[in-house]
């Protein structure tokens, strides 16, 4: 009963058990296919550029806001990236100017919602539209490639002969934004803005600028991870990122966020990614037709989405069922 | 003189009139013997009437302040739910009504979730446009025997069906008629019928109207319902005018829709919003894309102009009819 008790109500403990659980039934469906290097490969590049985002992203839905436009901003930055590259710039030059691009982006997004007071919603939907025409435009839709052979080491270079670099930059940045969010002054205060905003301006905090500076390091952590794709795909396509906007937002759904703001984590938020990911290598793993993919992580979200907006019901529910079981015990 | 500039050219309706003309024109001069041209002109008439008929049900859902972002996924979907069932040749009057009740079971589903469950609609119809498209190829793949028809999922040929919305009158294709008479009746009920003006209220300030006793959920699930059944028949025209159905198309469709609802003068969070200015606006949005076409533009070009407008809009409605005042910092 306590065990189920948690299970509805302490969602890290859920999303841990889930995950325990679905990594162990694939070692049983298909153990030789799962644990291959290819596979464990796959899993860990397929999640890593996500992972370098949700920890932004997360603090900026914690704070009440959305980013549609990560997906994009991931496109636009290595576009930017690429083309400087091509142009003969060093490595770290471009860098520079891929990161200036998202965060101005960021700076965008951040402006029209936080100060205009446009929704978040349909100014990132705009903005997911307009800057993947953007990169489809200035691309030519075509891709590119040729780019220094040094660039690889950034995303490929292998620790101890086998972790990548890209997955040790992932985790650090999902550990950083989990400490920030518990420790850090500045970053707490988006679970304020989120809580209740007309409170928090009340409080003295600068609601304004706090969102404005979500929105740009999101745009920032987008750029990076357009970077390290780039780098590690030693080619741009113009479509690069374009399934990082639902992955993320499904991920940090079932992290167990609120839309509304007020409540998230961000290590949940990467559990929730781990699982959306391990549903996309069961479905490889387990021969079942790709093309299920989506129709299960949407199913997924929605799911989730009425979890999250009911728990208060259930837990009750819950709690009455123990309660009455522990009243005829007594008697 | 001055009055008639400030009370009717000021009027989104008016504005949005005077814009798609002077569109008319400058593609026009560009390139008069495509754009003027019998088929072209069928072309985007056929695309207008599709959208206008989702935009009506799509206008009273985002009157409630409600959206739907799965519209393109159930288009999808129905189409190809339809496509499969007379291709296996089933009787078509029946596969009709089928495909109808489906669009109605699917948008009560996503009311009952939105309302009673209470999920926020986005999340509810984001995971539902990426469920739907899913099931639609999914659909597609198994009906079609296992095999990709074509390479695009596409069920075809279905003339059974072309007698609905294949033919036309003197000229204009049947589909056109379909929706001047959905065009006309949105209108009607929407100033007329006393259930469906409620939303007008359940938008502007949903927890008054819940005092007054209006029954917001019930009308919530409806307005869900109504958008189901709009796409379904919008779906039906359009595999029965083409005589194909497709699982992969309509992904534009969410952005294409609401932004054509809301440059019509709806606003996100609810309370305003017309048919006609809904109408305009799909009108004005297809015949930007029709431009493309004509001019030779890249169609790249066709959604950025999309996300502008619609950004545009938004900003419009926030700046000169709430009177917004940028934040001095």
């Given at each position: 009963m306590k065990i189920l008790k948690n299970f509805f109500l302490n969602r890290t403990f859920t999303l841990i058990i889930i995950n325990i659980l679905f990594i162990i039934i694939l070692i049983l469906v298909n153990a030789s296919a799962f644990l291959s290097k290819i596979n464990i490969y796959g899993l860990i590049f397929s999640i890593a550029a996500n992972m370098i985002i949700i920890g932004a992203m997360t603090s900026l839905m914690i704070s009440g806001g959305i980013d549609l436009t990560v997906g994009s901003t991931i496109g636009f930055s290595a576009l930017i990236f690429a083309l400087l590259l091509k142009s003969g710039i060093s490595i770290s030059i471009a860098i520079i100017g891929a990161l200036i691009g998202g965060v101005f982006i960021g700076a965008v997004n951040g402006y029209i919602i936080a100060y205009i007071g446009i929704s978040p919603f349909i100014t990132t939907l705009s903005g997911w539209f307009i800057l993947r025409s953007i990169v489809f435009l200035i691309s030519g839709s075509s891709s590119m490639a040729g780019f220094p052979k040094a660039l690889n080491l950034i995303s490929n270079y292998k620790v101890l002969e086998v972790i990548p670099t890209f997955i040790i930059f992932a985790v650090i940045c999902v550990i950083v934004f989990e400490v920030l969010m518990r420790k850090n002054k500045f970053f707490r205060q988006n679970f304020l803005i989120g809580g209740n905003e007309p409170a928090a301006t009340l409080l003295g905090i600068k609601v304004r600028k706090v969102k404005l500076i979500n929105y740009m390091v999101t745009g920032l952590m987008s750029a990076v991870a357009g970077i390290f794709l780039t780098a590690r795909y030693m080619a741009f396509m113009p479509e690069v990122g374009s399934g990082a906007t639902f992955q993320i937002i499904t991920a940090i759904i079932i992290g167990g966020a609120s839309l509304t703001g007020g409540e998230g984590s961000v290590i949940r938020s990467f559990l929730g990614l781990f699982f959306v990911s391990l549903i996309t290598d069961a479905i490889a793993i387990m021969g079942v037709n790709i093309l299920w993919n989506d129709a299960f992580i949407g199913a997924v979200l929605i799911i989730m989405a009425i979890l999250n907006a009911n728990t208060p019901i259930i837990a009750r529910n819950l709690s009455n069922w123990e309660f009455k079981s522990q009243k005829k015990q007594k008697i | 003189m001055k009055l008639l500039f400030k009370?009717?050219?000021?009027?989104r309706e008016v504005v949005l009139f005077l814009v798609i003309v002077l569109l008319f024109l400058v593609v026009g001069l560009l390139n008069p013997k495509d754009f003027f041209s019998i088929g072209n002109f069928k072309a985007y008439m056929t695309i207008i009437s599709v959208r206008a008929i989702v935009a009506c049900g799509m206008t009273v859902l985002m009157i409630s302040g409600g959206f739907d972002m799965s519209v393109g996924g159930q288009s999808a979907m129905l189409g190809i739910i339809l496509g499969i069932m007379v291709f296996k040749g089933m009787n078509t009057t029946i596969s009709v009504i089928i495909t109808i009740i489906f669009g109605v079971v699917v948008g009560l589903v996503i009311g009952f979730i939105v309302s009673k469950l209470k999920v926020n609609p986005f999340m509810v119809t984001l995971g539902g446009m990426f469920l739907f498209s899913g099931l639609a190829i999914i659909i597609a793949f198994v009906g079609g025997g296992g095999k990709f028809q074509d390479q695009f999922v596409t069920v075809r040929p279905l003339t059974a069906i072309h007698g609905i919305a294949g033919g036309s009158f003197h000229g204009v294709e049947y589909i056109v008629f379909y929706m001047v008479g959905i065009l006309i009746i949105s209108y009607i009920f929407l100033k007329k019928n006393k259930f469906l003006r409620q939303n007008f209220y359940i938008g502007s300030n949903e927890n008054a109207a819940r005092l007054v006793g209006i029954k917001v959920d019930r009308l919530k699930i409806i307005n869900y319902a109504l958008v189901g059944l709009m796409v379904a028949i919008a779906a039906i025209l359009k595999v029965s005018r083409y005589n194909f159905a497709t699982a992969v198309a309509d992904s534009n469709y969410p952005l294409e829709i609401i932004a054509s609802v809301i440059i019509g003068g709806a606003s996100l969070s609810g309370g305003e919003g017309s048919i006609i200015g809904s109408f305009l606006g799909v009108c004005l949005l297809t015949l930007i894309y029709n431009s493309t076409i004509i001019l030779g533009i890249n169609p790249a070009w066709y959604t950025l102009l999309v996300g502008v407008i619609l950004l545009m809009s938004v900003l419009y409605n926030e700046f000169i009819r709430k009177k917004f005042v940028i934040y001095k910092n």
């Open positions: - | 009370n009717f050219f000021i009027k």
